[in-house]
């Protein structure tokens, strides 16, 4: 068990809704990272928030926002969404914000858009 | 463009056989890390290096920051290692994450 927990685990919807995906890093972790794999494009970096501020940037697409709580909780909401975003979405979280550091990744949500 | 190569795709071995998996990237890194998923899905970190040589159990992680290439290697393979293994970078300028295809690994009995 790596203390990061992800829900939902399974998330079925249809083309056109919008879904929130959540994240409660370690105790302790101040940064969190989201992750989207998919069958054809394997794992792509999207975002990372570190104490409640964003840190940095990846593919995210303008569809997809992300927000870190006082609490270190994170969430991504997906809206529009389209068949291509179905994908297993994980979170990982980390000590500090320093490049340099080890991650500790939750089971992952897989979401599927019908 | 792919940041990071891995070889090789796909391996399958003999129990007890050592293992090495490559990771080769194109970017000044600030670390390197391995990762392993298993068919359930879940992802574990197994190595994070920045210079030098990591040793857990039966893995060992090699990077040599010159040639920008790393090696995971297992000694002694057992099938609970069947997973697929993923090499990840950060670079060194800005805060991206550059991952491998991954390597599917397959150890039979």
């Known amino acids: 068990d790596s203390g990061v927990t992800q829900t939902p685990k399974h998330l079925i919807t249809a083309t056109g809704q919008r879904v929130t995906l959540r994240c409660s890093p370690r105790s302790g972790d101040l940064s969190v990272y989201w992750y989207q794999q998919s069958l054809d494009q394997g794992l792509q970096f999207l975002i990372q928030y570190y104490n409640g501020e964003e840190r940095a940037k990846g593919n995210i697409l303008e569809r997809f926002s992300a927000q870190q709580f006082p609490d270190l909780h994170s969430e991504l909401n997906l809206s529009s969404l389209e068949l291509g975003d179905s994908a297993l979405y994980f979170c990982?979280?980390?000590?500090?914000?320093?490049?340099?550091?080890?991650?500790?990744f939750g089971s992952g949500t897989q979401l599927s858009v019908l | 463009k792919n940041e990071v190569e891995q070889s090789p795709q796909n391996l399958t071995a003999q129990e007890g056989e050592f293992i090495t998996i490559n990771c080769s990237y194109s970017v000044g890194i600030s670390a390197l890390h391995w990762l392993q998923q298993h068919p359930g899905g879940g992802i574990v970190s197994l190595f994070m290096?920045?210079?030098g040589k990591k040793k857990h159990g039966r893995l060992i992680a090699t990077i040599n920051i010159q040639e920008k290439h790393s090696s995971l290697h297992i000694t002694a393979s057992h099938p609970r290692d069947s997973a697929v293994y993923i090499c990840a970078v950060r670079p060194d300028t800005g805060n991206q994450f550059y991952f491998g295809t991954g390597t599917s690994l397959t150890v039979i009995p």
């Open positions: 990982a979280s980390s000590v500090g914000r320093v490049t340099n550091e080890k991650l500790f």
């Open positions: 290096l920045s210079s």
